[in-house]
């Protein structure tokens, strides 16, 4: 399995040609080597496209939209099973959050980044305001079980 050596001079001079015209369509790279190369990643700084924009909101919208539904919770949730669904629903807030972040993050969307962030902050008070009674943080201590 040999592979022919590339021509450096002339690919460095179609690059230089390239330069010389100001930017435009890089030159024809060479041929792609067999045997399983990894492709090459797109660049970092590359525009988003405007569904990709889109659906980043949609994620932040439903991501504000389960903890507006979570703070009008309309179950007893003070102890038992109760308790548990609300602090299953409860995380999937702050997991809808970091989401949000992640996807946010890989897109370069500032904005979306922050409303993400905010999601998972008020999933983890949430979280905390169902947790800390009950691990003996606050004034009142309540059962994980009902009586």
Do not use: N
């Not at 399983?36 to 659906?55: H, L, Y």
């Amino acid at each position: 399995m040999s592979e022919q050596p590339r021509d450096w001079d002339k690919e460095l001079a179609a690059i230089d040609k390239v330069i010389a015209k100001g930017g435009g369509a890089a030159p024809p790279s060479a041929p792609v080597r067999q045997g399983g190369a990894a492709p090459a990643q797109a660049p970092a700084g590359r525009a988003v496209t405007r569904r990709a924009a889109f659906t980043t909101w949609i994620r932040a919208g439903l991501g504000v939209l389960v903890a507006a539904a979570v703070l009008q919770w309309p179950y007893a949730h003070r102890c038992g099973l109760g308790l548990m669904l609300y602090l299953g629903a409860a995380s999937m807030v702050g997991v809808a959050g970091a989401w949000t972040m992640l996807i946010s993050w890989r897109r370069r969307q500032g904005w979306a980044q922050i409303a993400g962030l905010a999601v998972l902050l008020g999933g983890l008070a949430l979280v905390a305001s169902v947790m800390l009674p009950r691990l003996g943080y606050a004034a009142a201590t309540l059962p994980w079980l009902c009586e």
